[in-house]
């Protein structure tokens, strides 16, 4: 049972106390069902209004994560194996598949887009590698004055 201070407290408090806490998302789901005031709210409004600010505040703190791992290693291309950011990183790029597709289920957004556009993120995960190389076979066309890589 959910103490009564905590269920009439402000749910935009509720939602900050849960988004600042590691594994808000399970931490919300083990709540009592008593925690929602179905009185005051319809639970799916408390679900739709909780879910979406939950969800930006973790897509927005894996931003930042991101931002960090960018600053140490000069790229946003995150490995996928053993790692919450490069999962991370691999459904936003899923997202924004789904976007461009047309496919309304889609969580990106302009604003997400823009973010992510402004530190460099590379939507197709062969582009980086594929720039890498195409900038090694100038050099050697420089160097040799051919492309017939040996």
């Known amino acids: 049972m959910v103490s009564k ?3 009439s407290q402000d749910i935009g408090d509720v939602v900050e106390f849960i988004s600042r806490n590691e594994g808000a998302r399970n931490a919300l789901l083990e ?5 929602f005031d179905y009185e005051r709210y319809p639970v799916t409004v408390w679900q739709r209004y909780m879910c979406s600010n939950l969800d930006e505040a973790a897509w927005e703190e894996r931003l930042r994560e991101l931002k960090e791992f960018d600053r140490q290693h000069h790229h946003c291309n995150v490995s996928t194996k053993g790692s919450p950011l490069g999962r991370w990183v691999k459904e936003q790029r899923a997202s924004f598949k789904k976007l461009q597709d047309g496919k309304s289920s889609s969580p990106m957004t302009p604003d997400r887009i823009a973010a992510l556009n402004e530190i460099g993120f590379s939507w197709n995960v062969f582009e980086p590698a594929w720039e890498e190389r195409l900038r090694e076979l100038k050099e050697f066309e420089r160097q040799h004055h051919h492309c017939s890589v040996p």
Do not use: G, I, P
């Open 5 to 7: 201070k905590c269920r």
């Open 31 to 35: 709540l009592s069902v008593d925690f």
